[in-house]
């Protein structure tokens, strides 16, 4: 059970005091597009008190937890977010310490993505490595929150598209987000519309722009003539 505020370790001391307690620290959340700093985790320069009060509440903090944010905007800011979140991981289990508790877990969070997971990984080691020397022969016990990186390409959406034209891409506000028609050496949008219902329902995922990187993403965005016409027979 995680906290990162007093009201939170009050409500905890009365509900389930004998639970085990994971606290979560404030990371930057810097190149990610969902940042969950905005909503959750400690600040470094509440730990100790907030160690201090659990500790007078007599309850059983086993461990510290992170989430660098969900979706990658910028590759290196992000690993460099994650690199420094494992800094600041290591310097609250030195708190703990002297707040009198021994942490044994370290939950380095989500948000991993499919195509720079080896990188991820490779900075992760690389932290860990750095900071946690211990967790290679099993002194601490580190876990993951993956959950994102397993259902990202776990679908594929299928839907009618209803009706579909071509606009001059010059004229059109949003060109970056259709595809692009190439047809006597000029490109025209292809803007295919889907039903209202579908439309309402994608938008609260997709529709707005600092979301952008999140949207499905076309395996060739210049059509030519041939896969347009090719298009045009599946509607």
Known sequence: ???????????????????????????????????????????????????????????????????????????????????????????????????GYDFQLLDIGGGFQDKIFEQMATVCNLALNQHFPEWKRGGITVIAEPGQFFATNAFTLVTNIIARRDQSSKTHSMCEYFPRTLREDHLFLTIQYMSMMVYTDLLTVFGCRKYSPLLPQLEDHLWTEKTLNASRMNL
């Open 1 to 99: 059970m995680t906290f990162d505020n007093f009201d939170e370790l009050d409500k905890i001391s009365r509900a389930h005091p004998s639970a085990q307690l994971v606290l979560r620290i404030l990371v930057e959340n810097k190149g990610s597009i969902y940042k969950l700093g905005q909503k959750f985790g400690a600040p470094m320069d509440t730990i100790s008190k907030l160690l201090a009060r659990a500790q007078d509440l007599h309850l059983n903090v086993v461990g510290v937890s992170f989430h660098a944010g969900s979706g990658v905007a910028d590759v290196d800011l992000y690993l460099g977010t994650f690199a420094n979140a494992i800094e600041r991981a290591r310097k609250a289990f030195d708190l703990g310490k002297v707040a």
